[in-house]
């Protein structure tokens, strides 16, 4: 059994700054891909930023410059640094990532449960 639990959301003022964590755990052999989503009221789930096990990291137009990914492979865990957050961060912000389960030939891929973050103005 492999999950994903992610932690640091929360409310903040605009201008301020958030770190989201995601950790995976279970029976893992190996993690490529560790990305964040995240879906506003309302919208449809969108892509935040992506990072592969090569070390590429890549962002979508509206955090770029301000939200960071860092990965700590060692612990099978994914960092988002919020930094000059906007109102329009506002949303539930959502780990994935594609896993190698022990045992398995092929990677799956796994959402964490989400987490809430509140930008107010």
């Known amino acids: 059994q492999v999950r994903l639990v992610e932690s640091g959301g929360g409310l903040v003022q605009a201008g301020e700054s958030l770190r989201l964590a995601c950790a995976a755990s279970?029976?893992?052999?190996?993690?490529?891909?560790m990305d964040w989503y995240r879906q506003a009221p309302g919208k449809q789930r969108e892509l935040v930023g992506s990072?592969?096990?090569?070390?590429?990291?890549a962002y979508a137009d509206p955090v770029k410059g301000r939200f960071t990914i860092h990965r700590d492979n060692a612990k099978n865990t994914v960092y988002l640094q919020m930094d000059s957050l906007i109102p329009e961060d506002t949303a539930v912000y959502y780990c994935?990532?594609?896993?190698?389960?022990?045992?398995?030939?092929?990677?799956?891929?796994?959402w964490g449960q989400g987490t809430k973050v509140t930008v107010s103005s």
């Open positions: 994935n990532m594609d896993i190698l389960v022990e045992g398995d030939y092929m990677f799956t891929n796994f």
């Open positions: 990072s592969t096990g090569s070390g590429t990291f």
């Open positions: 279970g029976s893992i052999f190996a993690i490529n891909a």
